[in-house]
């Protein structure tokens, strides 16, 4: 009987610094509620502010400037951060031929920008001490692709294409870098017109209902902590949706 291997030690709380972006509401703030949970100290960046944070700055992701003095001011004060979990974002139903150029940008800003200053602030630490977890918020939208989301799901489509890179640039310093892929997800995001938030829609998925922004941080609270030898990976929490 070959000798059972050793389980790795995990990336635990223990009063470790998390931070999370878009901590403020929806996936966000339930990370925020799952990390802190399991002993995680929290600092949440939004444009609003996030009351279910221990430490909460406003910060526009989408400015490097901010987010590089929001992470130095949280290092200072709260320690070095181990975990980076990137969930601010915005969604919009615009078909291809409406959507300005402005909007194409912001929306890569946000969503791939936001992350990749994130990554640019926090990871040069986190290979200095040889351990740290990213964990983006992507979409399954990048992998079907939507109707009348071109412009989100090609944003999504880059941050899942950048995790991967890095995963591989950083596997050898021990930081790990993550996504997960939410499918439908009952949020403010999606909005009353959105088709998800119609009977119809909902049954086309497995579980006949939305994911919760609760379910989703637990996906990523496991790729931080226990998924330890998990890097490059794109975690879909959608009971079995394709969609
Ligand atoms: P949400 O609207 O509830 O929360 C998004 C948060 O991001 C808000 O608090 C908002 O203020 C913040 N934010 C937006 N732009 C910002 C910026 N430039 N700088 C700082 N903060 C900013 O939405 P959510 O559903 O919790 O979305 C979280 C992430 O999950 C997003 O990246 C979204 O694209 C992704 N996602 C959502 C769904 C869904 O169906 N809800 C599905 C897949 C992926």
């Known amino acids: ?10 990336l635990a709380g223990q009063g470790r610094v998390a931070l999370v972006t878009g901590a403020a509401s929806g996936i966000g703030a339930a990370m925020v509620r799952e990390l802190s949970g399991r002993g995680w100290t929290t600092a949440g960046l939004d444009l609003s502010p996030a009351p279910d944070a221990d430490h909460s700055v406003g910060v526009d992701v989408s400015d490097p400037a901010q987010v590089g003095a929001a992470v130095r001011r949280i290092e200072r004060e709260l320690g070095p951060v181990g975990a980076a979990l990137c969930a601010a974002g915005h969604y919009a139903i615009v078909p291809v031929s409406d959507i300005a150029w402005p909007e194409w940008r912001r929306m890569l800003r946000v969503h791939l920008g936001g992350l990749v200053n994130v990554c640019r602030a926090v990871t040069p630490g986190m290979v200095e001490r040889g351990e740290g977890a990213v964990v983006a918020v992507a979409s399954e939208l990048a992998i079907g692709g939507g109707d009348a989301e071109a412009h989100y799901a090609a944003a999504k489509g880059a941050v899942i294409g950048f995790v991967r890179s890095l995963a591989v640039e950083l596997g050898p310093s021990g930081v790990r870098v993550n996504a997960v892929a939410p499918g439908p997800t009952d949020t ?13 829609y909902l049954q086309t998925l497995p579980a006949g209902r939305l994911t919760s922004a609760e379910e989703v941080a637990l996906a990523a609270a ?4 226990d998924g330890t030898f998990c890097a490059g990976e794109v975690l879909s929490p959608n009971a079995g949706a394709v969609i």
């Open 1 to 10: 009987m070959p000798e059972r291997p050793e389980r790795p030690e995990s």
């Open 188 to 200: 403010p995001l999606l909005p009353p017109e959105s088709p998800w938030r119609k009977a119809s």
């Open 222 to 225: 496991y790729l931080v902590e």
